[in-house]
């Protein structure tokens, strides 16, 4: 339940629940790697949703991470967890190399893609970024979330023709910041 709620990342009040379910999930098997990957994602993730500091969620974040890779050490979203945290501390090369590194090792996995791009966007290697995307919402064409990036991220690329549809697509499954790219686009 705490992994789909991070998946759909609605609102701060579902990315809590998540944490909680998580915690819960951990606290009663301490064994499970994949809860404290995902709590790791949750808590590097819920400052975006919430009036909470970015600060006060790093130390928890790697700290879950690092408990899953004791566990796990291939855990993949571990390591994307981390990859977010160092970005966020401003450790842009660590990050985009461990962000590469995950999405290499798991070309699949539309997570790693997503954070990625948008490492990548916020860096300025819009190309790059919208490379990710591509590949993210072309093995996941229905989560809003990827469908709101693509849609900033093709309007940073000079792809305006394609803003349009990823935005709307993205709010009528329930994205309402689809409606940030659309805004930029003067619509």
Do not use: C
């Amino acid at each position: 339940q705490g992994r789909e709620l991070f998946r759909r990342r609605s609102s701060g009040k579902d990315m809590q629940e998540a944490s909680r379910l998580l915690r819960e999930a951990v606290g009663t098997d301490p064994q499970l790697a994949e809860a404290w990957a995902t709590l790791a994602m949750v808590e590097v993730t819920l400052p975006g949703y919430t009036k909470e500091a970015y600060t006060d969620y790093m130390e928890t974040a790697m700290e879950s991470a690092q408990r899953a890779l004791m566990l796990d050490p291939g855990q993949q979203d571990a390591k994307l967890a981390i990859a977010n945290v160092l970005f966020i501390q401003g450790k842009h090369r660590e990050a985009l190399e461990q962000f590469g590194t995950v999405t290499d090792q798991h070309p699949r996995h539309t997570q790693a893609r997503l954070w990625y791009a948008i490492a990548l966007y916020k860096v300025g290697y819009t190309t790059q970024a919208f490379e990710q995307i591509s590949v993210a919402v072309k093995l996941d064409p229905i989560h809003a979330i990827m469908l709101d990036w693509y849609a900033r991220i093709a309007l940073a690329a000079d792809r305006p023709e394609l803003v349009f549809d990823m935005a709307e697509r993205s709010i009528q499954l329930g994205r309402q910041q689809g409606r940030v790219p659309l805004m930029q686009l003067n619509i």
